[in-house]
C-alpha cells in the first residue's frame, strides 16, 4: 500500500530560522512526488514536482529535493508569511493521475 | 499555474436537503478531475474520479447515491451532496488534472454544515 509520512507534524521558526520538512513515502513505482501549500480555509496551491531521485527545484525561499526513499522541503530565510500547511503528496505508477497525499506539515514563522 | 473555481465557498443547508458543489477548471480543459474530502487537520481524502463523459470512479468507502458526480464537460464537474446529514458536514475541495503530468490544481474549497 502507498504511504507518504510527513514529519515534524508543526514546526515554529523563528522569521530567517530556516528548516527543512520532510516527506517519507513507499510508493509503487513513483510517477512523481508534489508538494503543496495549503493555508486555513483554503485549497492547496501547487507548489513544485519532482520526478526523480536527485532532482532539485527552487522556487523563492523554497527548495524541495528528492532522493528514492524521501522529500524534503527547504526554507530558507522564512517569513510570516510562508507560515501555512504543507502537503506532500506521491503519484504511483500506473495511476489515473490519483495522489496519496500525507497529513502535512504545519508551519508557524514568528516575527 | 492554473486556475480552477469552486462555488460555492461556504454553505449552510438543513439536514435531508441536497447540495450542489460546481468545479471549473478557467483557463484549461481537465479531462479528469477529482473530488476531495478533508477534516480538521487531516490530510486530503480522495472521493471520486470523474472523467468527462463517463461515471464516476468513487473510492472504497464511499457512497455513490450520495455523493453524486457529474463531468458534464472539459470544464466542469458538479458535486451534489443528497439528503445531506450532519455528519457529512465537512471541506469539500475539486481539482483538475492539466496535461499528462501528473500536477493537479485545485479549487478553493467548499465548507458544508448541515444542520
Known amino acids: 500500500e502507498d504511504q507518504v509520512t510527513q514529519s515534524p507534524e508543526a514546526l515554529r521558526l523563528q522569521e530567517g530560522e530556516s528548516s527543512s520538512l520532510n516527506c517519507s513515502y513507499t510508493?509503487?513505482?513513483?510517477?512523481?512526488l508534489f508538494w503543496y501549500r495549503q493555508d486555513p480555509g483554503k485549497g492547496p496551491e501547487f507548489l513544485f514536482t519532482l520526478y526523480s531521485a536527485g532532482e532539485e527545484k527552487e522556487k523563492e525561499r523554497l527548495k524541495a529535493t528528492l532522493t528514492k526513499k524521501e522529500s524534503f522541503l527547504h526554507i530558507t530565510a522564512p517569513k510570516p508569511e510562508d507560515s501555512a500547511t504543507y502537503l506532500c503528496?506521491?503519484?504511483?505508477?500506473?495511476?489515473?493521475?490519483?495522489?496519496?497525499f500525507g497529513k502535512g506539515t504545519l508551519l508557524t514563522v514568528n516575527p | 499555474g492554473a486556475v480552477v473555481s469552486q462555488h460555492p465557498s461556504w454553505v449552510i443547508c438543513k439536514s435531508g436537503t441536497s447540495v450542489k458543489i460546481e468545479c471549473r477548471s478557467l483557463?484549461?480543459?481537465?479531462?479528469?478531475m477529482f473530488w476531495y474530502r478533508q477534516f480538521p487537520k487531516q490530510s486530503l481524502m480522495l472521493m471520486a474520479t470523474s472523467n468527462e463523459g463517463s461515471k464516476a470512479t468513487y473510492e472504497q468507502g464511499v457512497e455513490k447515491d450520495k455523493f453524486l458526480i457529474n463531468h458534464a464537460s472539459l470544464t466542469l464537474s458538479t458535486l451534489t451532496v443528497t439528503s445531506a446529514h450532519p455528519e457529512d458536514s465537512s471541506f469539500y475541495i475539486c481539482?483538475?488534472?492539466?496535461?499528462?503530468?501528473?500536477?493537479?490544481?485545485f479549487g478553493e474549497g467548499s465548507r458544508l454544515t448541515v444542520l
Open positions: 483557463d484549461f480543459q481537465a479531462t479528469t
Open positions: 503528496a506521491v503519484r504511483p505508477g500506473g495511476s489515473n493521475y490519483k495522489l496519496t
Open positions: 481539482s483538475g488534472s492539466r496535461g499528462n503530468t501528473g500536477e493537479l490544481f
Open positions: 510508493v509503487s513505482g513513483l510517477r512523481g
